[in-house]
Every structure is written in C-alpha cells, then in structure tokens.
C-alpha cells in the first residue's frame, strides 16, 4: 500500500506531514506525544468537521491522537467507540503501552475486521523482505500473534529485523486502519 496523506484532505495532509506524512513509524511502546503543534491544531476539533463525508470521523481522529503518540486523546475517543473501528484503535493502543492482556481483550471486540485481508498481504512482503524475521504469516491475520511479536520486538535493539518488521507492520496496519476510517465515501 502506498499511503497518500493528500486522499483525506488538505487540512489533515498539513497536519500528517508536521510528523512524517503518516509514513513515520511509530514507536512499539508509547513514548508520549511527537508533535505539539498537532496536538494544538487536533485539541477541540470535531471529527464531523476534520473528517466530513468519511465512514469513522471519531475512529479517523482516534487514529490521528494514536500516530502522534498523543495517549490519553486517543484513549479517550476510542474508549466511547463501539464499533470494531473503535475497538481496533483501544487495541492498538494498549499494544503500544505495553498492556498486551488489554490489548487481546480489545482485539477480541474487534472479531474479523475488513483491513485483515489487506494486512496480511502487506505483512507478507514486509516479512519475506529479511529471512532473519521469524513472524508467522498465516492465511489471515492473527492479532494476537502480532501482540506477542511486539512483546519480543520491544526487547530487542531498534535496528534488530524483528524490530524494524514490528514496526513496518505496525505502520502498515495503521495506515490501512486509517485509510479505511478517514477515506471519504464516494
């Protein structure tokens, strides 16, 4: 998947690409927030009007919060969420806190959502990029396995291939989350 901040927006494109464009990384464990100027611009807003026409304004925002490392706003929103959306986003997020049991119980809410095809696609060619990365890629996703494989990434040197795979998938995951929240219906 190629990532284009500029599908949802100019207004959300300028913000993304105050950290990366929605390409950046995210940390494996939440290190608080990387952009405070986002985190200005994002304080207030109303998803309806950063997100207008899209089919998960509040999962969108969520999302936004969740890349910027900005914790508690994210938590916030995805906490009164009650769609898989929601639940994927309150998963995620404890994955990075590092809360793994929370974060399963989150995943289990989610059931099988509609980004799992793609992402396991994605996972493929991120893992098939370095036979040093020992990730079992089964016919579909499996976040619970991806849980585990974090917990093992987050204690190994950043430059180490399970750590940077963690990574790659963890981004490859947001973006399509993303994406599949914030993309205007046509």
Request: net charge negative.
């Amino acid at each position: 998947m190629t990532f284009q901040a500029s599908l949802y927006g100019e207004t959300i494109e300028q913000i993304l690409a105050l950290d990366g464009g929605g390409c950046r990384a995210m940390p494996l464990v939440c290190a608080g927030c990387t952009s405070p100027k986002a985190k200005s611009l994002l304080a207030g807003k109303r998803p309806a009007d950063l997100f207008p026409g899209a089919p998960s304004p509040e999962g969108a925002l969520s999302g936004l919060w969740l890349y910027f490392g900005c914790f508690e706003e994210c938590h916030e929103i995805c906490q009164e969420l009650p769609t898989a959306d929601g639940s994927y986003w309150h998963a995620i997020l404890h994955r990075q806190e590092p809360d793994p049991g929370n974060a399963g119980y989150w995943f289990r809410r989610v059931g099988r959502h509609p980004v799992y095809p793609v992402l396991v696609e994605c996972v493929r060619a991120i893992v098939s990029r370095d036979a040093a990365v020992t990730f079992n890629v089964a016919k579909e996703w499996n976040p619970f396995a991806f849980i585990d494989f974090c917990e093992r990434a987050q204690r190994q040197a950043d430059d180490a291939p399970a750590h940077r795979a963690a990574l790659a998938i963890q981004l490859a995951e947001w973006q399509l989350l993303f994406d599949s929240c914030a993309r205007p219906v046509q």
